[in-house]
């Protein structure tokens, strides 16, 4: 019936007269202060930069030099796309040359006996004129034809897949063997280090603000992050955000992790922490009483926060502001409460 009673007076101020317990010198007032209201949400482990590493020219996949988790360098080769019909057209274009060559010679065995005829008077000047212009018109289809060999030649270069950035290999879609169009994948590249992405509900848009810190972690391992970008556009009822985060583990792309964003700001009561004792499932702190004794209060407690670095606890009810209170008084072994 006692303890029937005890609990429903929840409030109820119980004085420690026993000689054997000692006011503790440590006292802290409590005065209502700002707290700030945590949304907790999930964010994801993203590279700043991430480019596909594409083909240049189509033909079959005949190497793959990486794989998921390799760290490659800008301008790393990754593979090698072969297209055998580059060897085919080098050799028309040689064969094309060879017979130009042999055009150009012709032409100008016959411009020099135009000119020894012309000079004895035995041809027109008209018909030389001919002759130049069908040798400049051989020596313009060699330098055309070896311009189309430089392009084949090149095409064969651009077969070398290239890192268009430094970073880590996050996925290879394709296997050795492949047949490729130009400008597919063959593999994506992330790089430019990490940040989280956040995906906040519509109605805290309002409240966010760039630069805010934020809490990263949990089960009391947390660090600390900056919301570096909030991006203008809504998408499915949330706000995109980005969080700079100083030594973030980048081993696992696309990784959620818990994140507690600011909300809002409300007055409230704390105290240490370290000034609540629980016993029979009730929370209890000790308060200065009007004289030199101490007195246990019943409180409700709410939610933890760190505050200038010393872990408080919010008291819902229970406290007043202007109450002093002391760290809690244990008894002596032996002793009892009257």
Do not use: Q
């Given at each position: 019936m006692l303890r029937t009673l005890f609990i429903s007076l929840p409030f109820l101020a119980l004085p420690v007269l026993s000689p054997a317990l000692t006011m503790a010198e440590m006292a802290h007032t409590v005065e209502p202060v700002m707290l700030t209201e945590?949304?907790?949400?999930?964010?994801?482990?993203?590279?700043?930069?991430?480019?596909?590493?594409?083909?240049?020219i189509g033909g079959t996949l005949i190497e793959v030099l990486v794989a998921e988790g390799d760290q490659v360098r800008e301008g790393q080769r990754l593979g090698t796309v072969n297209d055998e019909k580059l060897a085919l057209r080098l050799t028309a274009v040689d064969a094309t040359l060879v017979s130009l060559n042999a055009q150009l010679s012709n032409a100008e065995a016959e411009l020099k006996r135009g000119e020894s005829l012309v000079e004895r008077g035995v041809a027109t000047a008209q018909r030389l004129d001919a002759l130049r212009t069908q040798v400049d018109v051989v020596k313009g289809q060699i330098e055309a034809t070896k311009a189309e060999r430089s392009v084949i030649e090149q095409q064969g270069v651009e077969g070398a897949v290239l890192a268009p950035i430094a970073g880590r290999v996050l996925n290879v879609p394709l296997t050795k063997g492949a047949v490729v169009m130009p400008g597919e994948a063959v593999a994506m590249i992330g790089g430019g280090g990490v940040f989280l992405r956040l995906a906040v509900p519509e109605r805290h848009a309002d409240i966010l603000s760039e630069g805010a810190e934020i809490q990263i972690g949990g089960d009391g391992d947390t660090q600390t992050g900056r919301l570096a970008k909030l991006y203008p556009q809504i998408e499915n009822g949330r706000v995109?955000?980005?969080?700079?985060?100083?030594n973030m583990d980048a081993r696992f792309v696309n990784a959620r992790v818990p994140v507690r964003l600011p909300v809002g700001h409300s007055e409230g009561l704390v105290v240490p922490e370290a000034a609540v004792v629980t016993r029979m499932g009730l929370d209890f702190v000790t308060i200065k009483g009007d004289g030199a004794e101490a007195v246990e209060r019943t409180v409700v407690v709410g939610e933890r926060h760190l505050i200038g670095g010393t872990p408080m606890v919010e008291i819902l009810t229970g406290l007043s502001s202007g109450d002093v209170v002391i760290d809690p008084i244990q008894p002596v072994k032996g002793a009892g409460h009257e």
């Open positions: 945590w949304k907790a949400v999930f964010g994801k482990v993203e590279t700043r930069d991430l480019v596909p590493a594409r083909t240049r995109i955000a980005d969080v700079d985060v100083p």
